[in-house]
C-alpha cells in the first residue's frame, strides 16, 4: 500500500486501521487513543476487535480511553495483560453533564503480552531540584538488596519515578487540528517508556500525529494510520515543519 505521507521517520496511511493493520510488519510497541464511542460524531464509533489486529504485530500497547470504553469492550483485551495504568489530568472538563463530578481525566493503560522480562520498558525518572536527601551518594552505592521483583542495587542520583498522574492541561493557543488532541509531552513520556531508541512506534488511530511528533523528539521512528484524508492532510502539513514542532497537544 503506497504511504500517504513518509520521509526517514515517518509513515502515514490513509485508511482503514481494521484494513491496514495485516498488512504491517512487527513494530516495537503501540500507543494510540482510538475512538471512544461515546458521542454522535461520525468520527467516533469503536473500531470493534482492534487490540487483537495490533496483537500480530507487537506486545505492547499504551491506549487511551474512558473506563466506560474499556469496561464495554473489555472482551476486545483477551489475551493482553495490563502491566499499568496512568492518568492524564488536563485541567478541563470535557463532558456536557450537568450532573456529575466535572471529568478532567483521561486514562491511559499499558498492555502487553508474554512474560514481562521479555517487554521492552525504560522506567521513567524526574530528576529532583538541588541536593537529593536522605539517601546514598551515587558514588558509593549501597549493598545489593532483594524485594519481589528481584535483586538491585540502589543509588540515590536525585531521580525520582514519573508519578502516574501527569498534569498537562490543553493550551487553547496551540495548534489544534483534532478535537481530541493527547499532549505531546505525555506522548514522549510513552513512547520512551516502551520503544527503545531508533524503534518504531505504531499508531493506528493517528489523529492530528502527534505520536509521531513525539516519536521524532524522542529518537525514535513512527507508522501512523488515519481514515479521515481531511486529518492526513494536516498531519503531513504539521510533519513537514520538521522535529522542532513545540505544540503542547496530540
Not at 510488519?25 to 503501540?30: E, I, P, Y
Not at 536527601?133 to 519515578?161: C, N
Request: hydrophobic content about 35%; overall charge negative; aromatic content about 10%.
Amino acid at each position: 500500500m503506497k504511504p500517504y505521507f513518509s520521509d526517514q521517520d515517518v509513515t502515514l496511511y490513509l485508511g482503514d486501521a481494521i484494513e491496514i493493520l495485516p498488512t504491517l510488519g512487527t513494530l516495537d510497541a503501540v500507543v494510540t487513543d482510538p475512538p471512544y464511542g461515546e458521542t454522535s460524531l461520525d468520527w467516533d464509533i469503536y473500531p470493534n476487535g482492534w487490540p487483537q489486529l495490533v496483537a500480530g504485530h507487537t506486545s505492547s500497547m499504551w491506549c487511551f480511553g474512558s473506563m466506560r470504553m474499556f469496561l464495554d469492550h473489555f472482551d476486545d483485551f483477551a489475551g493482553w495483560r495490563m502491566s499499568q495504568d496512568v492518568v492524564w489530568n488536563k485541567g478541563r472538563g470535557t463532558s456536557p453533564a450537568t450532573d456529575r463530578f466535572r471529568r478532567v481525566h483521561e486514562h491511559v493503560l499499558h498492555w502487553y503480552r508474554g512474560p514481562w522480562r521479555d517487554i521492552y520498558h525504560e522506567t521513567p525518572r524526574v530528576q529532583l531540584m538541588g541536593r537529593a536527601r536522605g539517601g546514598r551518594s551515587s558514588r558509593h552505592p549501597g549493598p545489593s538488596t532483594h524485594s519481589a521483583y528481584g535483586p538491585s542495587t540502589w543509588q540515590d542520583t536525585g531521580a525520582r519515578l514519573v508519578e502516574s498522574v501527569l498534569h498537562a492541561p490543553k493550551d487553547v493557543t496551540s495548534v489544534s487540528t483534532n478535537p481530541t488532541q493527547k499532549p505531546v509531552g505525555v506522548l514522549e513520556l510513552l513512547i520512551t517508556y516502551s520503544v527503545p531508541p531508533g524503534g518504531i512506534v505504531l499508531d493506528p488511530f493517528a489523529g492530528s500525529g502527534s505520536a509521531a511528533v513525539a516519536a521524532r523528539h524522542t529518537g525514535r521512528r513512527a507508522v501512523l494510520i488515519e481514515k479521515r484524508e481531511e486529518q492526513c492532510e494536516a498531519i503531513a502539513q504539521r510533519l513537514a515543519q520538521g522535529v522542532l514542532d513545540l505544540s503542547a497537544e496530540a
